[in-house]
């Protein structure tokens, strides 16, 4: 019941906060479970990144496929015209970086800006509406 309430009142919440000029982007970094899993055992071994493994990290690799199912159900829910997602490819962290500040920057208006900006790259950043099936909220790839 909470989280039906959740994605029923999520699209009003965003366009209340557009309406009153807040800039709204929504960025999902997603990684393959392969991709994770190696970070994770990176983690693991190397003291100096060793303090970002959670106990929550090992239950998330165990239940991969039920929390991809469930963030895929919420993006859809919340994917608006207003407020759309954009899901970036994150498995190779410095395209998928570099990708989301480009969006980011096309996006926010200020000046002086910069008269070429780096378009983001397809195959690493894509609107959620390119992605999911609404019709079944299932990852079409």
């Known amino acids: 019941a909470e989280y039906a309430r959740f994605v ?46 959670s106990p929550v990290d090992q239950v998330a690799l165990e239940k991969y496929d039920d929390y991809t199912k469930a963030i895929a159900d919420m993006v859809v829910f919340t994917d608006t015209e207003a407020s759309p997602w954009m899901i970036v490819n994150g498995n190779e962290k410095r395209r998928a970086r570099l990708a989301a500040i480009a969006h980011v920057l096309q996006q926010v208006p200020y000046k002086p800006k910069a008269k070429k900006i780096a378009v983001p790259d397809p195959a690493v950043i894509a609107p959620a509406a390119d992605l999911f099936d609404k019709d079944d909220l299932l990852l079409r790839r």
């Open 8 to 53: 029923k009142h999520v699209p009003h919440l965003e366009r209340v906060l557009i309406e009153d000029g807040i800039h709204l982007i929504k960025l999902w970094f997603s990684l393959g479970k392969k991709e994770q899993k190696k970070r994770f055992g990176d983690r693991r071994k190397d003291p100096l990144k060793h303090w970002k493994l």
